[in-house]
């Protein structure tokens, strides 16, 4: 690739991927959350092109810069100049904090029990088999995996907190849901009256005594 070319790809990588982070801090869509989660999925993969660019344009530069210095100046020619010396440094040294970074990541993951599981293992629903309750809910699980087929809808209850144990009936059988994280589906336009009407169903279903109410629910 042209040097010219290069310098403009790493330009174009890098500016698309600050002016990206900067925008992120600017606007704010559904909630401030969501959006840098968002948009830093293309922030990083552009700073890591980016920065993959930029050490080829640079180890590029500085292998030209020693090999001129070097048919000046002789065997002493590969030196490199102190300005350039200190750039190296810090280069070095910020790389080096980002494998600091890689390796702390991948510990984390491989270390952390966010789940009482066994490890290794390849199986991700091992962790359900550490309690009574999990292993039962395994077995119900399996059951309409085998013997229920899309698209039958689940009636699971719920609750309105966030990001826990509800619809993991959906997740774990792929069926579709009545009602599943009310505040995911009013981020994604879905209207609040049939939100409430179904949450109201619901909640109705697994707290009324009378039959007949149940029935038509179902």
Not at 52 to 81: C, F, P, T, Y
Not at 128 to 139: R, W
Not at 192 to 211: C, H, M, V
Request: proline residues 4%; aromatic residues 8%.
């Amino acid at each position: 690739m042209e040097e010219e070319s290069k310098v403009s790809l790493l330009r174009t990588l890098l500016l698309g991927s600050w002016g990206l982070a900067a925008a992120s801090a600017l606007i704010v869509i559904i909630d401030r959350m969501n959006t840098v989660l968002k948009i830093y999925l293309p922030v990083w993969m552009l700073l890591a092109l980016g920065s993959a660019v930029g050490i080829a344009v640079m180890i590029e530069d500085w292998s030209l810069h020693l090999s001129l210095r070097s048919n000046q100046k002789g065997r002493h020619g590969w030196r490199l100049s102190p300005l350039r010396a200190i750039l190296t440094m810090a280069f070095l040294f910020v790389f080096s904090i980002t494998l600091i970074c890689t390796y702390r990541g991948v510990l984390g993951v491989t270390t952390r029990n966010l789940k009482q599981s066994p490890r290794p293992t390849l199986n991700g629903l091992n962790f359900l088999l550490q309690t009574q309750q999990g292993s039962e809910f395994l077995e119900a699980v399996e059951w309409l995996n085998l013997n229920v087929t899309g698209p039958q809808v689940i009636a699971e209850a719920f609750t309105d907190r966030g990001y826990d144990e509800s619809a993991r009936v959906t997740k774990y059988t792929a069926l579709p849901t009545l009602l599943g994280w009310p505040h995911h589906l009013r981020q994604r336009g879905h209207p609040s009256e049939e939100i409430g009407k179904r949450n109201n169903a619901l909640r109705e279903l697994y707290t009324s005594q009378d039959e007949a109410v149940v029935s038509k629910i179902l």
